[in-house]
């Protein structure tokens, strides 16, 4: 198959404010920029340059009303540190109805938009 996924798509009525996180969150640089739209990519040369999909910003005129039907999920090498760093960013830790045996940590960027930061692999996961 010749198909590979180019972008995630993330719809905000100031598309500065999310891409301004995930650009200090993920350490990614800005590629795109005009008024209604925002590009983001890996950091050229990293392991994620040319394979991690684009995350693209657009201005919508409605506001975010209701849990994402697409997330990212993240994998650090400390969780709690992480979610630490993301909340000193603007993330907030939210609740979706997930249970107490979730490993993961759900969060919400400054735009409402949520997210999970995964515990750690463990040795013989990767």
Known sequence: MNLRIQAVSVDSTDPRVPAA??????????????????????AEGSPEDGVSPDLLFLKVPEGKSVKNRLHLDLRPTDRDAEVARLEGLGATQVSVGQGP???????????????CVLRALRPGEL
């Open 21 to 42: 996180f995930w650009e200090a969150a993920l350490g990614w640089r800005r590629t795109y920029e005009v008024d209604d739209e925002i590009v983001l990519e890996p």
């Open 101 to 115: 045996d979730v490993t993961g940590v759900v969060m919400a960027d400054p735009d409402g938009n949520e997210f």
